[in-house]
C-alpha cells in the first residue's frame, strides 16, 4: 500500500476479506482495528507446529513497511510497547512471537530479512538462537514450529535467514543447522506455555 493509512482502510474495507487487529505506521501511530479477543483474518492459509487455523489462535499486527527499507525506530518502539502488553495481557511467550513468513512457507516473506528481531528478542519480546551442536535442519525446524510440506526446503530455509540470518546466502550450512538446533532444543513447539 501507499501510505499506513492506506493499508488501514484497506483492512477496515469489506471486498478486502482481510484484517488485523492492529495497524502501525512509520511515525509510530498505532491503531487497533479488530478486539484482541475476536478472529482477524491477517494470517491466512499456514501452519505454526500443530496450529493450523492461526487466525484463530492469534494476534496480527501488520508494519508499515515495503519490506526493502529499515523499519523506522518510532515504528519499532511502538511495536515493542504494543507487544509488552499483549504479551502479558495474555500470557504469551516469546518463543511464540512469529512473523507471517514463519507461519506461510513461501507465500508471505514478511516482515522480512530489515525486520531487526534480534532487538526485540533482548527485551524478551522474541527468541534469538545461540550456536548448538548442529543437527538435522528440518527436524529440527519442525521441532522449533515451522510446518513444512514436500517441496518447501528452499522457503524453509529463506524464511528462517530472514528472520535469523539475514544476508545468508547459498545452500543450507552448518551455521543455519547449528542455529536451528538451538531453537529446537529451547523453544520445541510443544513446550508448555508460561504459567501467569
Known amino acids: 500500500m501507499t501510505?499506513?493509512?492506506?493499508?488501514?482502510?484497506?483492512?477496515?474495507?469489506t471486498d478486502a476479506q482481510v484484517?488485523?487487529?492492529?495497524?502501525?505506521?512509520?511515525?509510530?501511530?498505532?491503531?487497533?482495528?479488530?478486539?484482541?479477543?475476536?478472529?482477524?483474518?491477517?494470517a491466512g492459509a499456514g501452519q505454526w507446529g500443530a496450529v493450523a487455523?492461526?487466525?484463530?489462535?492469534?494476534?496480527g499486527i501488520e508494519l508499515a513497511n515495503t519490506g526493502s527499507q529499515p523499519f523506522s525506530e518510532p515504528l519499532m518502539a511502538a511495536l515493542e510497547a504494543l507487544l509488552q502488553e499483549i504479551l502479558k495481557r495474555w500470557a504469551i511467550?516469546?518463543?511464540?512471537?512469529i512473523g507471517h513468513s514463519d507461519m506461510a512457507l513461501g507465500r508471505k516473506i514478511?516482515?522480512?530479512p530489515r525486520f531487526d528481531w534480534r532487538r526485540l528478542a533482548r527485551q524478551g519480546l522474541?527468541?534469538?538462537?545461540?550456536?548448538a551442536t548442529a543437527g538435522d535442519f528440518l527436524s529440527d525446524a519442525r521441532r522449533f514450529g515451522?510446518?513444512?510440506?514436500?517441496?518447501?526446503?528452499d522457503a524453509l530455509l529463506a524464511a528462517f535467514r530472514a528472520r535469523f540470518r539475514p544476508g545468508a546466502h547459498g545452500p543450507q550450512d552448518a551455521v543455519d543447522a547449528a542455529l536451528m538446533a538451538d531453537l529446537a532444543a529451547r523453544y520445541p513447539v510443544d513446550r508448555p506455555p508460561l504459567v501467569a
Do not use: F
Open 3 to 13: 501510505s499506513a493509512e492506506a493499508a488501514r482502510d484497506w483492512l477496515c474495507h
Open 19 to 42: 484484517s488485523a487487529h492492529y495497524v502501525i505506521a512509520e511515525d509510530g501511530r498505532c491503531w487497533q482495528l479488530v478486539a484482541e479477543d475476536q478472529r482477524a483474518w491477517h
Open 53 to 59: 487455523d492461526v487466525n484463530s489462535r492469534s494476534i
Open 93 to 97: 511467550p516469546p518463543w511464540r512471537v
Open 110 to 112: 514478511d516482515p522480512g
Open 126 to 131: 522474541a527468541v534469538w538462537p545461540a550456536p
Open 146 to 153: 515451522y510446518a513444512l510440506a514436500a517441496g518447501q526446503e
